[in-house]
């Protein structure tokens, strides 16, 4: 099931189908203190979610698509430790209340205060 206005793609001599379903759109925000690729350092990360599916309309694999603020390690976002809350649309929640919550928690205005030391846009897929 596609959007209007997504087009499918080929790869490889494959149809690719972007799948916006309720149930495949995916948002997450997560905010913690992380090394995957250096020192440790906290890390905001907002991240979509969509569901490819093959010319069979079968699902395929899932690309995410990252924003990621990083910011030197301070024991303000230590302190914070780690959250995590995903949204998809056919969860019956109100995605705006959802949108809110992350800024509505104490963390957000330590965050809120610093500027981060680097900002990554990037897409994975598995």
Known sequence: ???QGLEPKRRNGVTIHASLTPDVDGLLVHYGTHAFNG???FTLDLTRQFEISDSDVDHDHYVQ????LKYELAPALEALGSFGSWFFHDSGDDLEEWAQGPTERAAWATIHRLKPTEISVYQEQG
């Open 65 to 68: 698509v990252h924003c990621e």
């Open 1 to 3: 099931m596609l959007r």
């Open 39 to 41: 020192p440790p350092a």
